[in-house]
Structure formats: structure tokens, C-alpha cells
């Protein structure tokens, strides 16, 4: 049997030193044996809790969403949607200064749009869309670089979260 993978967030959107890490198990999506370990801030005694980082690979829930978790800290349920949305884009397996090149042009899109992200290594970007936000710019400039195939995105509520 293969080890399970843990998809990780060095760097949680809205960490403090009170959240801890979670789990959701991302079998429901295709990803056989690879989890994606997620950071928490606890809202109530029956295990509900409110996510502090943008999800990689889970469909269904974005940063600030409220989930129930089991006794064995997985998250099983989306509970309340905070209204956020997550854009995921990943980096085409080009070379390095290529992706270099693509991931400066991103962060710095994203940044002038004003929204948090996260990257989980050099390739894949997570980004936080607050309702009413404006993420046309980078949404055009994503489109732009999938036509060239240099870049391939979506949003993670295409799927709802399921276990």
C-alpha cells in the first residue's frame, strides 16, 4: 500500500497561533490516497469549526467556511458557506524560468487585486474571492495563459463537498 500524501499549507491565509490542523480526505475528488491537511479556528463544542486557509486540492469550500469536524479531525461536513469562493490555478510543467516568469505575473495580479492567496510550492496557487470582489483581471490573465497552455485554473465549488 502507498503512503497517503499530505497536501500542506505553509503558509494559512488567516493563521493565529490558537488554529490547528485538520484533515479532509480528498478520495471524493480523485485524489486517491492524498489528503489535504487544513487550518482551523474552533467556533463551537460539537466540533464545528471555521477554515483559516484556502483549500488546494478540496472541492466545495473556501476560506472562512464553517465545517463539522469527526473525533478524528476530519472535516465532514460543510456547515455554513462564509460566501467566498476559491480560484485554484495550477503552473504548467514548463521550465523554470518560465515558471518563474507565470508565478511573478500571478502573485503580482493578485496582489494588486487586493486578495489573500496562498502557494502550496511553486506551482499552485489558491486564491481567496470575497463576494464582490473584482478577480476579472486575473481570471483574464488566466484564460490568456490556459489558451497558451502555460496555466490550467478553476474554481473549487465546480464540485460540492462531499466525503
Not at 63 to 88: F, N
Not at 101 to 117: H, M, N, P, Y
Amino acid at each position: 500500500m502507498d503512503p497517503i500524501k499530505f497536501i500542506v499549507h505553509d503558509e494559512p491565509a488567516l493563521r493565529a497561533e490558537s488554529n490547528y490542523i485538520a484533515r479532509v480526505d480528498l478520495a471524493p475528488f480523485e485524489f486517491e490516497g492524498q489528503v489535504e491537511q487544513v487550518w482551523l479556528r474552533r467556533v463551537a463544542d460539537d466540533g464545528q469549526a471555521v477554515l483559516c486557509c484556502i483549500p488546494f486540492r478540496a472541492y466545495g469550500l473556501a476560506l472562512r467556511d464553517t465545517v463539522r469536524l469527526s473525533a478524528e479531525s476530519t472535516v465532514i461536513e460543510l456547515v455554513k458557506p462564509s460566501g467566498s469562493r476559491a480560484l485554484r490555478a495550477l503552473i504548467a510543467e514548463l521550465d523554470v524560468e518560465q515558471i518563474r516568469t507565470v508565478k511573478a505575473e500571478v502573485d503580482a495580479r493578485i496582489s494588486q487585486a487586493g486578495l489573500l492567496f496562498e502557494w502550496s510550492g511553486d506551482r499552485h496557487v489558491a486564491v481567496d474571492v470575497l463576494p464582490g470582489a473584482d478577480a476579472e483581471a486575473i481570471m483574464d490573465y488566466f484564460d490568456v495563459e490556459e489558451a497558451a497552455d502555460r496555466l490550467y485554473w478553476e474554481w473549487s465549488d465546480v464540485v460540492r463537498f462531499r466525503i
